[in-house]
């Protein structure tokens, strides 16, 4: 009889017009996720409560997992604010199928990395000097603004996917609120956009900025070393492919189709059209940091690919490998219409963007800068692996609540019934269908 | 939420949270209090460097040289009464007991700081009770290396430590150092040349010295074993920069009651039944097994006068806790370079801590010899000979002893001063023929294929900032720690920073490792841990494996 | 209010390290951990996870058996000019450069413990509390009371042993002095040297040793071609000692170990 | 019905309000009393006492704070007066030779060099430029240590005491051209 309640209850909540799974079901999906939540939790305090011991990382490998995690997951979600900014500024009106998602990856990855960022600090309780005591010529000081800020823009843009949920919506002033904050949308999008180009750039100066680590250095525009750019470039190329591959891997896990094919499409081709560019930027800009920059503060570039493992093969890897590939596959119409082609296409790219954060961030500290120190290896302790499951799980359970009691995927009732007039569909999930 | 952002309340927090990550339980507040400076002579090693001690009223906070540095142990002496490895208590009762019921037995004291005061106090004992006094290796010589200017040193750490520093530098620029040594040493980096020798071989290497081209030139040669007084004597080193050790004044008493001097490895086996031993601060370690050689087989009873508890403590029937510098008053033996009298007070420091006894008293209590104010009697001997000039440190003043009562002479030395007798006439050198060393057999190569090459120092207690040195940065290498060139390494299968076990004929000893290649292959350079000096000596075969 | 004080003229206090005399005894390590409560190493603290403001590398010629030869080189803190690379970077002006003594400070207090500096900075001369700073019993007596001893969880470094400029202020200030007299300004390194390989000074005083050392022929600093500017000059008569101060070359993979 | 809604606002405003300044401080501060009741303005009067004649200057130019017992049972070995605080203060500290736990009001962090010869010799400031008329007092105000922190809530200067905060040493640095780097006044 509880059962009974407790079930009504949960599909009470669960938006009109498309089919969930039992709630054991949802229950079993989400048990290893909460479990795996409860050890990242454990983890992170660990390192909070005994201090940064507990992790691998060290003097001269000051970063480790978590600031690269941070950076990558940081680039992934950048399809929120890239979607945000084709769908308010530029008016891709298809888009609007997949904002949802892109906001709800984007508040997942931005608050993951900052959760992440306050136990990879030594002193989190000081958190608000950075506000109170800016240095502005920190490229870290422009991050903090940026990311904290722009995650506020970001919860308040998540409030109209939960308050669009069935039962909160028969709260009158939420309704009201809700087309109140609709209005702000153009608003929240533009500033959004600024925030994240923003700091993705400040994420890219973050090691571009370092005179005393050439393997990093960049030279650029103004305050602004090229990777500022870059990584705007990268971010905004890779967002629209994860954007793809995360719906795509929704789609598969829940045996629905939400969004329609023209929308992955475009993503497709907006991803690849910015990859190229980015290809090609990447290269020229490497092309000088191998014979201008670096020379020019004494560290022959030659000296970088001498420690096995980082030979040459990481840039081959990083510009063609997952960077040029994937960028011609999905601009070639043909391909990127098939899906065995699309998203490995996608997966490439993603890849892509992560090797970039790691060479840019774990390469650059595992390098030698004085001739006669060693180079350096490190791996992560369980800590700081558990953390980072912890981020990832919690990631998963956000999308999974979201995507179960709140409309993420607009298209998604237009093509289940669809689906269901063209097919012969059993009837059970007809009665699952009509709850 | 309005309201309260308008009150005290969530600044306050905020500011109050952040001022207790500065001083959350843990973070210690150092004591505040009037700055003064004291000054003492550390006895840590012969070399009796002159301590200015910065204290916090009476704490010392740092110690300094007087005029120049200090060494990494010497400067951090000050942490040595806090040390988690001190010996604080023992069976004091019991061990009096044990020894008393072995009296008319064959007793003897090890010293292994010899030519201190204390040591006469031992002497003297062993005068009275037909024991034996007994101190590492009877050195006869002292070196003067201002009058030198080519000196061969076979592994002689000549410039890490050996001697007085301070004579070693102000005579650096005047002589020219040929290092032979298997490895390249701290001393071997900065000589003029470094001639590599296969480990081991040094005994040999001092052979075909007279057949160098540079023989001729040579003014002084240092080393290890009996051939180097015979090189010595014959480059015409004798007399020019080669001496007889001198030592300040004794009372006249003291000599005629005191036993003879004997190097351990004369004595024969099996005849000791009492042995106590003075170990603090040792400059020395000698192997366990040897010591056993050395005692009698029927229930012989060891007592050693230990400040920690890594050295004999582990061995010995019986530990005892002993005081050490810098707190508690002794003198310094004199150094290898002491080519004149030297006499220097090491006045403490800190207070002597409850429960520790000394090695003197106990033999002086045994003995019936009176050793209560064996330092001021000194002293006042010294003083009654009137020679020679009181330096003390603090005003950097050189006073003629003459001028001085025997009150201030004695105070002088107490507030940090040193009594020496520049124009003394240096004592000459004596080859002593009889010295026979036991030769360690020659050990297969197949199974044990690395030769050891020992640390030079001994240092029994350490600071816990050595850490600094031995574990945050790879300077030195660490007592417990072995050095082996990356292809043995390989071969043994061990790792940097690993764990492994050095094994040699005498047994296993759990070690850490270090891979370098500034270790020859074939050599595995050996810590000072007394654990390891048990089973490897210098020139020692071994083998490494991981564990 | 405050009677306007006669501003002294800026210094830059830098040192002159002669590598040719220094023996690697490691001297300067203790002392500077002891004058500054550098806590002892922390269980299983390595090379690469304990704290020490200063450290003696070991360096070579990069030659086999009897080529090899080799040479002690302190590391500290290189204090570079006005825009060290450290300076910049953090987040919370917990770095600063002392525009009268050209010191680069580091104020734990103001840390977050990002770690950001220590990635900035070329020469690995910082070190990262990464556990509560711990004495053994009683030896929290021996602290130096002109020094505040970090929390864990910051970042720490060399800053020319701040509490002594501190004291040698005072001492001026009771003597009616403005100046402070330089040798009652001397770093817990250059003091504890054995050897005297440490020379320190005002590098703006032409009359000082370390000035005149750092114009000599054989006087070198650290990384130049990155043009941070460091105060800390060294010098050797070895010609293959003073290549070791650029950058790594290529080919020389493992050379060490 | 419509003024509901501010209503319970302000409420909820006031009521913050009330509770952030009236019940916050109560909590916040624990209120310890000093060992002696001693008064400024006495020895100021009687024994004609300046500031330096007890908290002195050492020869280094460190300064030495709050008297040591010493100093006060140089006068005091017998009552000099009739009050209850004076008779108790020799029968609890001076004949049993025990150091007073004076609270220092103005003990500032570990981490803080401050030189009080610098200030009032080169810099000629006069001790009630930061202690405030503390010297003319006829008793000592109740010390109250903050429970977080530790510190005394005199350092932050309330009720028209100067503070001795870093922002109240910062704008005097300031204004005088003497902000220099952190290190100036940390260690």
């Not at chain 1, 009691?405 to 059970?428: D, H, N, T």
């Not at chain 2, 020679?388 to 006073?399: F, I, K, M, S, V």
Request: with cysteine; charged share 20%.
């Amino acid at each position: 009889m509880v059962r009974l309640t407790g079930k009504l209850a949960d599909g009470q909540f669960i938006t009109r017009g498309v089919s969930r799974c039992s709630t054991e079901r949802f229950l079993l999906w989400l048990a290893p996720w909460v479990a795996l939540l409860v050890f990242g939790v454990y983890c992170a305090g660990l390192c909070l409560v005994k201090g940064l011991n507990q992790t691998n990382m060290d003097n001269r490998f000051v970063f480790g997992l978590w600031i690269f995690v941070d950076l990558t997951i940081i680039a992934l979600g950048a399809g929120a604010f890239f979607t945000g900014f084709l769908l308010y500024i530029l008016k891709f009106k298809e888009l609007s199928a997949v904002i949802n998602s892109a906001v709800i990856i984007g508040l997942v990855c931005y608050s993951g990395a900052m959760a992440a960022l306050m136990v990879d600090v030594g002193q989190p309780l000081r958190c608000w000097f950075t506000f109170w005591y800016p240095n502005v010529h920190s490229m870290l000081t422009e991050v903090t603004f940026c990311i904290s800020c722009y995650l506020a823009v970001l919860a308040i843009e998540y409030l109209p996917v939960v308050l669009k949920n069935r039962r909160l919506k028969e709260i009158p002033s939420f309704l009201v609120f809700e087309f109140e904050l609709h209005k702000l949308i153009y608003v929240l999008a533009g500033v959004g956009t600024f925030l994240s180009f923003f700091h993705q750039g400040s994420l890219g100066g973050l090691f571009g900025v370092l005179r005393g680590r050439p393997f990093a250095f960049r030279e650029g525009l103004m305050v602004w070393p090229s990777t500022f750019f870059l990584f705007i470039l990268s971010a905004a190329a890779v967002g629209p492919s994860f954007l793809i591959l995360t719906t795509w891997l929704v789609e598969k896990i829940t045996h629905k189709r939400l969004v329609k094919d023209q929308v992955f499409q475009l993503l497709a081709r907006i991803s690849g059209i910015l990859l190229c560019v980015y290809v090609l930027a990447k290269a020229v800009d490497t092309l000088v940091w191998l014979n201008r920059t670096s020379p020019g503060l004494g560290f022959e570039a030659a000296q970088y690919y001498d420690w096995k493992p980082f030979g040459t093969w990481i840039l081959f890897a990083e510009i063609v490998l997952f960077g040029l590939l994937p960028a011609l596959i999905l601009i070639t119409p043909g391909l990127r219409a098939r899906r065995g082609w699309l998203i490995p296409a996608t997966a490439l790219a993603c890849c892509g963007v992560a090797l970039n954060r790691f060479v840019q961030t774990v390469q650059t500290q595992a390098l030698p800068t004085l001739s006669f120190d060693r180079f350096l290896s490190y791996s992560p302790s369980w800590q700081e692996v558990g953390t980072f499951a912890g981020v990832l799980a919690y990631g998963v359970l956000v999308y999974s609540f979201s995507f179960r009691y709140s409309q993420v995927f607009p298209e998604e009732r237009e093509l289940k019934a669809a689906r269901v007039m063209r097919l012969e569909i059993p009837e059970e999930e007809l009665v699952e269908a009509g709850r | 939420m309005a309201g309260a952002v308008l009150t005290p309340a969530p600044w306050r927090l905020i500011t109050d949270t952040a001022l207790w990550s500065e001083n959350w339980p843990g973070v210690p507040r150092p004591a505040r209090g009037e700055i003064r400076a004291r000054f003492t002579t550390c006895a840590l090693c012969p070399a009796g460097c002159a301590v200015r001690a910065r204290c916090v009223g009476e704490q010392p906070v740092l110690l300094t040289g007087v005029s120049g540095g200090l060494c990494p142990f010497g400067l951090s002496a000050h942490h040595l009464p806090y040390h988690p490895a001190r010996l604080r208590k023992g069976p004091v009762a019991e061990a009096t007991a044990a020894v008393a019921g072995k009296a008319g037995q064959g007793i003897a004291v090890l010293d292994l700081n010899p030519g201190r005061t204390a040591s006469w106090s031992y002497r003297r004992a062993m005068g009275a009770m037909k024991g034996a006094y007994l101190t590492p290796q009877a050195e006869p010589f002292a070196y003067d290396l201002s009058a030198a200017r080519t000196v061969l040193s076979i592994g002689t750490p000549l410039l890490d430590g050996w001697g007085t520093p301070s004579k070693v530098n102000a005579a650096r620029p005047n002589f020219r150092l040929i290092q032979a040594e298997a490895m390249e040493s701290r001393t071997a980096m900065l000589a003029e040349q470094w001639i590599p020798i296969a480990p081991g071989s040094e005994s040999a290497f001092a052979k075909s010295i007279p057949q160098l081209e540079a023989a001729r030139e040579l003014s002084l040669v240092l080393g290890e074993g009996p051939e180097i007084a015979e090189i010595n004597q014959r480059i015409g080193a004798f007399g020019k920069t080669v001496f007889g050790r001198s030592e300040a004044v004794v009372p006249e008493t003291w000599t005629r009651e005191a036993a003879a001097v004997t190097a351990f490895a004369d004595v024969p086996d099996h005849s000791i039944a009492v042995l106590l031993i003075d170990e603090t601060p040792a400059t020395s370690y000698i192997p366990w097994h040897r010591i056993e050689q050395k005692l009698v087989r029927d229930n012989p009873v060891v007592v050693t006068f230990a400040a920690h508890r890594g050295g004999y403590a582990r061995h010995a029937q019986f530990a005892l806790p002993t005081a050490m510098y810098p707190e508690v008053l002794d003198d310094v033996a004199p150094a290898a370079d002491a080519i004149r009298p030297v006499f220097r007070l090491a006045a403490p420091l800190v207070a002597t801590p409850t429960g520790v006894v000394s090695l003197a008293e106990f033999v002086g209590t045994l003995s019936g010899v009176p050793v209560a104010n064996v330092l001021r009697e000194r002293a006042d001997a010294i003083h009654h000979a009137g020679q020679g000039t009181l330096h003390t440190y603090a005003d950097r003043q050189r006073t003629a002893v003459k001028e001085l009562t025997a009150d201030a002479f004695w105070k002088g030395l107490n507030e940090g001063g040193e009594w020496t007798w520049e124009d003394a006439k240096p004592r000459a050198a004596v080859m002593n023929r009889a010295e026979v060393r036991p030769v360690e057999p020659v050990e297969s190569p197949a199974d044990l294929p690395l030769v050891a090459i020992s640390e030079p120092h001994y240092a029994g207690l350490v600071s816990p900032l050595l850490t600094k040195l031995y574990q945050e940065s790879n300077l030195l290498l660490a007592p417990n720690r072995i050095a082996l060139h990356p292809k043995d390494a390989r071969d043994a299968g061990v790792v940097d920073g690993g764990r492994a076990m050095l094994q040699t004929r005498l047994g296993k000893c759990a070690v850490e490792v270090t891979v370098d290649a500034a270790v020859p292959a074939g050599a595995v350079q050996v810590g000072s841990a007394p654990g390891i000096q048990d089973v490897c000596g210098h020139a020692a075969r071994a083998k490494v494996v991981s564990v | 209010m405050i009677a306007q004080g006669k501003t002294n003229v800026a210094a830059r206090y830098g040192m002159s390290i002669d590598v040719d005399r220094c023996n690697g005894c490691g001297a300067c390590m203790v002392a500077c951990a002891a004058e500054n409560n550098v806590p002892p190493a922390a269980n299983g603290a390595t090379e690469r996870t304990g704290l020490t403001w200063i450290r003696v590398y070991r360096v070579d010629n990069g030659g086999e058996g009897n080529e090899r030869r080799s040479a002690f080189v302190p590391m500290l803190c290189q204090h570079c000019g006005k825009d060290a690379p450290c300076v910049a970077v953090c987040p919370q002006q917990a770095v600063d450069v002392d525009p009268a003594t050209g010191i680069v400070g580091q104020m734990p207090e103001r840390c977050l413990g990002c770690r950001y500096c220590m990635a900035a900075c070329p020469y690995h001369a910082r070190s990262f509390n990464w556990s509560d700073p711990a004495w053994p019993a009683g030896m929290e007596k021996t602290l130096n009371p002109d020094v505040a001893p970090r929390m864990r969880g910051v970042v720490e470094k060399c800053n020319l042993c701040q509490g002594r400029l501190h004291t040698a202020k005072a001492k001026a200030a009771m003597a009616g002095r403005v100046e402070i007299d330089p040798a009652d300004y001397v770093p817990a390194c250059v003091e504890a040297c054995p050897t005297r390989a440490i020379h320190f000074g005002n590098l703006n005083d032409a009359a000082s040793e370390v000035a005149q050392e750092s114009h000599r022929k054989g006087s070198f600093r650290m990384l130049e071609a990155l043009h941070t500017d460091p105060k800390i000059y060294y010098q050797s008569k070895k010609d293959w000692v003073r290549e070791t101060a650029s950058a790594p070359r290529p080919g020389k993979e493992n050379a060490r170990g | 019905m419509k003024l509901r809604g501010p209503i319970v606002f302000l409420a909820g405003v006031l009521v913050a309000l009330g509770a952030g300044w009236a019940g916050f401080p109560r909590l916040i501060y624990q209120t310890r009393r000093q060992p002696v009741d001693f008064s400024h303005q006495v020895h100021a009067e009687k024994a004609g006492a300046k500031c330096e004649d007890c908290h002195a200057y050492r020869a280094d130019g460190s300064f030495a704070g709050v008297p040591a017992l010493d100093k006060c049972s140089g006068c005091h070995t017998a009552a000099m007066g009739s009050t209850v605080a004076e008779k108790n203060f020799i029968d609890q500290y001076v004949t049993p030779q025990r150091e007073p736990e004076w609270l220092v009001y103005a003990r500032q962090p570990e981490n803080v060099y401050f030189s009080h010869i610098t200030h009032t010799k080169r810099g000629n400031l006069k001790c009630e430029q930061c202690h405030g008329n503390q010297g003319a007092s006829n008793s000592l105000p109740p010390y109250q240590q903050d429970r977080i922190s530790g510190y005394s809530r005199d350092i932050w200067g309330h009720a028209g005491r100067p503070a001795m905060t870093m922002d109240a040493c910062v704008a005097c640095h300031r204004q005088s051209h003497l902000e220099h780097s952190c290190l100036d006044c940390h260690k």
